[in-house]
T-cell receptor
Framework: EDQVTQSPEALRLQEGESSSLNCSYT??????LFWYRQDPGKGPEFLFT???AGEEKEKERLKATLTKKESFLHITAPKPEDSATYLC??????????FGAGTTVTVRA | KAGVTQTPRYLIKTRGQQVTLSCSPI?????VSWYQQTPGQGLQFLFE???????NKGNFPGRFSGRQFSNSRSEMNVSTLELGDSALYLC?????????????FGPGTRLTVL
């Protein structure tokens, strides 16, 4: 069974304190791995798609990387507006989606 | 470009009732997916519709059903509501589903079952 596990569940950072979120997964065949950001009371907002091990994508202070077993979302010099829940989603070869529980990031000024 | 819209935004029902939620995808998007989000279970996939056909289905009971119209708008129906159905129901659209087609989520419908 495909599984996605995100850690930590919650992360409290000081503004400017860089950190990484982890998404470990098991899947029979990976079509793609997605990262989303979700603010309270809103739907998830797409951030990145990663297709294969070794791939990296960047957007502002966020950088996503992928290996054969896990993906990392690095937040460099975070600002309070980066506070959100970050979701990792896996798409398997059979098009089934598996969702991580999310990591809630709080950045204090 | 208008985003994904969902109506209603908030809904209160009682046990045993039924409810219909509506989702209008981004213009040109043919794939619509529905999700249930609760604090305990996180985001769970309900089903995906593409060109008026259900293409993918999650592990939810038959009380949860949906359909898609020729203009790609989609509705989700939940019959015989239970307290545990209280959740945020999210709709997402993409060009044609599948990997690489980023999904755009609507704001969700907050359903409370009393």
């Amino acid at each position: 069974e495909d599984q996605v596990t995100q850690s930590p569940e919650a992360l409290r950072l000081q503004e400017g304190e860089s950190s990484s979120l982890n998404c470990s997964y098991t899947v029979s065949g990976l079509r793609g791995l997605f990262w989303y950001r979700q603010d309270p009371g809103k739907g998830p907002e797409f951030l990145f798609t990663l297709y294969s091990a070794g791939e990296e994508k960047e957007k502002e202070r966020l950088k996503a990387t992928l290996t054969k077993k896990e993906s990392f979302l690095h937040i460099t010099a975070p600002k309070p507006e980066d506070s959100a829940t970050y979701l990792c989603v896996l798409e398997a070869n059979d098009y089934k989606l598996s969702f991580g529980a999310g990591t809630t990031v709080t950045v204090r000024a | 470009k208008a985003g994904v819209t969902q109506t209603p935004r908030y809904l209160i029902k009682t046990r045993g009732q039924q409810v219909t939620l509506s989702c209008s995808p981004i213009s040109g998007h043919r794939s619509v997916s529905w999700y249930q989000q609760t604090p305990g279970q996180g985001l769970q996939f309900l089903f995906e519709y593409f060109s008026e056909t259900q293409r993918n289905k999650g592990n939810f009971p038959g009380r949860f059903s949906g359909r898609q119209f020729s203009n790609s708008r989609s509705e989700m129906n939940v019959s015989t509501l239970e307290l545990g159905d209280s959740a945020l129901y999210l709709c997402a659209s993409s060009l044609d589903g599948g990997v690489g087609n980023e999904q755009f989520f609507g704001p969700g419908t907050r359903l409370t079952v009393l």
